[in-house]
């Protein structure tokens, strides 16, 4: 008993299981960009709200009578000294 098994050719495989009603999908980027923006408009907010902590801060320093000595360090953020 012999068994024979046709395959089709490629071009027939692909009209098969791509009929030419398909439509690859579209792949949207738009999305990303807008979480990044985001992230973004974040990082300012926070930055923002920091600097008005640390303003803050120094003005009730010099209300007390002592002179605010603010620096700003990557590793630590603000830092704020008040010195009389």
């Known amino acids: 008993m012999t068994v ?4 089709p ?12 009603l398909y439509e690859a999908p579209v ?3 738009e ?3 807008r979480e990044t923006e985001s992230y973004v408009a974040w990082v ?4 923002f709200v920091t600097y008005a902590l640390v303003l ?3 003005d009730r320093c010099n209300r ?3 002179d605010p000595a603010i620096r700003f360090s990557a ?3 603000f830092i704020v000294k008040c010195r009389k």
């Open 75 to 77: 590793l630590r953020g």
């Open 44 to 47: 300012v907010v926070l930055g």
């Open 56 to 58: 803050y801060w120094a």
């Open 27 to 29: 792949a949207e980027v």
């Open 9 to 20: 050719s490629l071009g027939e495989a692909t009209e098969f299981l791509l009929p030419e």
């Open 64 to 66: 007390r009578g002592g």
């Open 4 to 7: 024979m098994v046709a395959h």
């Open 31 to 33: 999305h990303v960009e």
